[in-house]
T-cell receptor, first 112, second 116 residues
Framework: QKEVEQNSGPLSVPEGAIASLNCTYS??????FFWYRQYSGKSPELIMS????GDKEDGRFTAQLNKASQYVSLLIRDSQPSDSATYLC????????????FGTGTKLQVIP | DADVTQTPRNRITKTGKRIMLECSQT?????MYWYRQDPGLGLRLIYY???????NKGEISDGYSVSRQAQAKFSLSLESAIPNQTALYFC???????????????FGDGTRLSIL
């Protein structure tokens, strides 16, 4: 079982809809979670972080964390074609060596 | 100019050759990282450095070495390249009060390396 799992997609949503990207993790020691956006052929860009259970909103983006169920999600409201990219989920473990583990990413396609 | 600059952007070379990938940054960050990205495997940490005198192995350091020449410069070397080191390599930085000690915040544009 991978430490951080994401559906590779592609996830296709129409323009203006809500895109929901999900991520599950296997290690309960994981304490913080991060979302990166990576356009095709480009480098990852850190867009969201979440540290506690619940929702965190930033503009059109909402990160959700449920530690009991070990999942993290990223909601993108009013999706735009410019949101089409691969979204990487990453977890950070606590402890002496704070290991960051990346998922393989979900490709999002926003259809005009 | 980019805040994190990697050179070269693309490189094709042969098995057994020594290769150096260079990274320089203008963000003034202490922390620098080298990652590789492979399809289906995600980003994996090769080495990281918290300052010029502090260099640490990541999860896949075998076959690689690094040098932190200055706060702004962090180089990755493949001493004797092999085909399974073919990948997309990223340098990244983060600042101390950032998300956490191991969270890369700013990435370079990447080096696409092919080992024949």
């Amino acid at each position: 079982q991978k430490e951080v799992e994401q559906n590779s997609g592609p996830l296709s949503v129409p323009e203006g809809a809500i895109a929901s990207l999900n991520c599950t993790y296997s290690d309960r020691v994981s304490q913080s979670f991060f979302w990166y956006r990576q356009y095709s052929g480009k480098s990852p860009e850190l867009i969201m972080s979440i540290y506690s259970n619940g929702d965190k909103e930033d503009g059109r983006f909402t990160a959700q964390l449920n530690k009991a169920s070990q999942y993290v999600s990223l909601l993108i409201r009013d999706s735009q074609p410019s949101d089409s990219a691969t979204y990487l989920c990453a977890s950070l473990k606590a402890g002496g060596y704070q290991k960051v583990t990346f998922g393989t990413g979900t490709k999002l396609q926003v259809i005009p | 100019d980019a805040d994190v600059t990697q050179t070269p952007r693309n490189r094709i070379t042969k098995t057994g050759k020594r290769i150096m990938l260079e990274c320089s940054q203008t963000k003034g960050h202490d922390r620098m990282y080298w990652y590789r990205q492979d399809p289906g495997l995600g980003l994996r940490l090769i080495y990281y450095s918290f300052d010029v005198k502090d260099i640490n192995k990541g999860e896949i350091s075998d076959g690689y070495s690094v040098s932190r020449q200055a706060q702004a410069k962090f180089s990755l070397s493949l001493e004797s390249a092999i085909p399974n080191q073919t990948a997309l390599y990223f340098c990244a930085t983060s600042d101390t009060p950032g998300q956490g000690p191991f969270i890369p915040q700013h990435f370079g544009d990447g080096t696409r390396l092919s080992i024949l």
